[in-house]
């Protein structure tokens, strides 16, 4: 048994596997059966290719083989033969094959099509499928890319906590963490009986917690789960996601830009480098140029606009052809306006930069102008908005002023006005949400699709 | 601005730099002013190391520079030349010296040794210290080597949910997530109307889900935050941690005891590779022989030995010199008998196996004894139970009789049974928490220290 290998290591190197023989270890995808051999299509998971597996009824056991059902678990033995077959390159003829594990004829994914909607609710068997091995391997991939660049950049990875006091910048609605059971607690709820002797939730960003470790390693990145109890029912929301934070210091938003479309590309790049059989079949089974977009992205640049004149640039075409919305200075870009802006006027991704204060968060870097920050969003073709930063406030005054403009409480944040008190820098940060990344990358357009197990309202299953 | 290196670039080539002019951004760890002349302790985050700065009354703002206190954010421009000074090869003669961000007087981390206990209560600064700096810079690589093992042996990264309507397997006591508002609900709380149409709360484990992943991908692991509501005040207990859960198809209990081992001793090779001046600084500041130990981890065998056996050797030591806790067949072993274990008996980490099946949990494989299941635990010298894994139990009708047998109900785990229904197979997996392998690699013994905003009972800060 120990010389069982991966069947990804087979189709890397078929030459040197050529008329050898190979254990594998899997799972049966199809069989077909014919009076004195049969074929099983056989996968490892470890690759998204199948192998032909053929076995003649010369095998001892050859009227039980034909018995595996679908879904079975199984070890075959044989040796790597040419194919006649029209898409491989070669097969297995096998000179043993015996069962690990029964499947039965009930097994939901027989080798028909399936709505993405039916395996959705199969989420324990839909990875088995070819879509969701593509999917979910792109995941993979992409999570390590992404380590890979930061760490071979200097980067430290910080895990910010969690369970939080302190609901970060208001940037959205939170979960309760508790354990004082509702139904018994008194009333008013008395949170010093609470485990952490106060009223904690989940917490919607580890930015601020970021910001300390940049203050002491320059350069450091988050990579974990978010939340948000957002009674959201679109495609694009989910109540528990990933996300990445990275935060430099030393780092203005035109320095920031460019690392964002830097790291971007890096991670498209390296996608496409160790999963172009993933995206072929993705390609395929989304019906779009999936592998066009993300080569034209890596090459091309991504062009720069102020939101003042987007907004601008938009409001020409509006008089043209109008939008849904109208476009306004000192507005939010509805989706049909990033949509303009990418596909229309630049063809390309591009950086909206300097918001209107007033609909961005506190710690954005006030602009001279009095009226924007230093923030910018990174708007991609067909995913939107995929990343969002700023320059941070370092200015202590100026941040003390601008939180009780807006009514947020110092009290709880004298830590973070610390990190301006002493040796507080220029320095700029950004956000993605790795799902949106996933959506870009696989062409899949719904997050209940990208994530193992979705949790959106209503649905916590698994 | 746009030619400042990283300082781990300079340390990194000190050759290539040396008479070379270099520019820098970072922070002032000591300032020694004379009169015509100051040394600033310099450094960036980027490396352990730090670069003493000569500056002379030459330079136009010499007086301005020599008011920089301690913690300042500050540039550096100038050119290496060899250093008198005996701990360091080269130092920077400034060229130029500004202020990037002032620090106060009253900044904290003034040069002098500050308790670990009193660093822990300014949790936002004392990642700036050596100390500090060296934890959270090994975390980051071991992480980082955790990812790398797994990719390069063709798992699959994958993220299980952390909001959870199943308590997992029962380990231990977790936390209610809830959007319903304890002190408006009704009575008793009717939870379709929380958030997600039940109740909820945050995963103990990911071992379940990813078991459905390793019966798609034959390899996977996970690598995210674990939560458990354990009223536990020790050096070893948090609320919040990360935990690492590998789990493998077409793996038995001897070949996960291999992989358990590979992995780890990569892992610790890796790091002891990447941070030799983080270690080197750890065991002068735990007083231990940290690398000593690292180095004869890698070097040496993993020993393995039954429960029964161990239990054996242990009461025959116990004749001789009594423990605290007698060694009884058929119980767990105390930390002193662990201790024995590894640092008497082995002198080397060791694998226990085959653990009686009352102590452990329901999903591991039963052995044919009728009295124990393939589970696995892995000690090591100073840091007791590093992992534990086990042989999963892969025959529906064992696995049901059971959860019947310890009255688990198997209707909220169709799906998990489902997994044996259609196509299991023998597998098996571990589970790993970071922060134990961070204590192990650093010396620093206090869970509350290797993570950096620590959630304990009564303890959410930051």
């Known amino acids: 048994m120990s010389n069982v290998i991966d069947l990804k290591e087979v189709f890397a190197q078929p030459d040197r596997f050529m008329n050898q023989e190979v254990s594998l270890q899997g799972w049966v995808r199809n069989h077909r059966k014919q009076k004195s051999f049969g074929f099983i299509n056989f996968y490892d998971g470890t690759v ?104 071979s950049n ?38 010093t009986q609470d485990f952490f002797g106060k009223k904690t939730c989940l917490a919607v960003t580890g930015q601020l917690e970021a910001e300390i470790f940049a203050m002491a390693y320059k350069k450091v990145y988050t990579f974990g789960p978010t939340f948000r109890a957002e009674n959201s029912n679109t495609k694009t929301h989910a109540a528990e996601f990933w996300m990445i934070e990275p935060e430099m210091a030393f780092c203005d938003l035109h320095q920031l830009m460019s690392v964002e479309e830097e790291f971007l590309k890096f991670v498209v790049r390296t996608v496409m480098e160790k999963a172009p059989e993933e995206l072929a079949f993705l390609e395929q089974y989304t019906k779009t140029p999936l592998t066009q977009k993300l080569g034209d992205f890596v090459q091309s640049g991504v062009a720069r606009i102020s939101h003042h004149d987007a907004i601008a640039a938009l409001r020409e075409a509006h008089a043209k052809t109008p939008f849904e919305n109208e476009p306004k200075f000192g507005e939010d870009l509805a989706k049909e306006h990033e949509k303009y802006l990418t596909d229309e006027l630049f063809h390309s991704p591009c950086f909206v930069y300097d918001w209107p204060k007033e ?15 230093a923030a910018v969003d990174m708007l991609v073709p067909g995913a939107g908005e995929l990343m969002g930063g700023s320059q941070r406030e370092e200015r202590v005054d100026r941040l003390v002023a601008r939180m009780n403009e807006i009514g947020i409480s110092t009290d709880s944040f004298n830590w973070y006005l610390d990190l301006r008190r002493f040796g507080g820098c220029v320095h700029s940060g950004f956000g993605m949400g790795f799902e949106r990344l996933i959506i870009y990358l696989t062409g899949v357009d719904n997050i209940r699709d990208v994530i193992p197990f979705p949790r959106t309202p209503g649905n916590c299953e698994f």
């Open 359 to 373: 609909i961005k968060a506190f710690y954005m870097r006030q602009n001279e102008d009095g009226e924007t920050v």
């Open 48 to 151: 998204l290719s199948e192998l032909q597996v053929v076995y003649e009824e010369s095998l001892p056991n050859f009227e039980e083989i034909q018995k595996f059902a679908i879904g079975s678990a199984v070890f075959v033995r044989g040796t790597m033969v040419p194919s006649a077959g029209k898409n491989q390159q070669f097969e297995m003829k096998a000179a043993e094959v015996w069962l690990e594990g029964a499947s039965a004829e009930d097994y939901p994914l027989q080798p028909k099509r399936h709505s993405i909607e039916y395996l959705r609710e199969i989420a324990h068997l839909r990875p088995r499928t070819k879509l969701f091995q593509s999917v979910f391997r792109v995941r993979s991939l992409a999570a390590q890319a992404i380590h890979d660049y930061f760490q």
């Open 154 to 191: 200097n980067f430290v990875y910080v895990h910010t906590p969690l369970i939080t006091a302190n609901d970060g910048e208001g940037a959205g609605q939170t979960f309760q963490v508790t354990t004082v059971d509702p139904d018994g607690c008194s009333r008013p709820v008395d949170y």
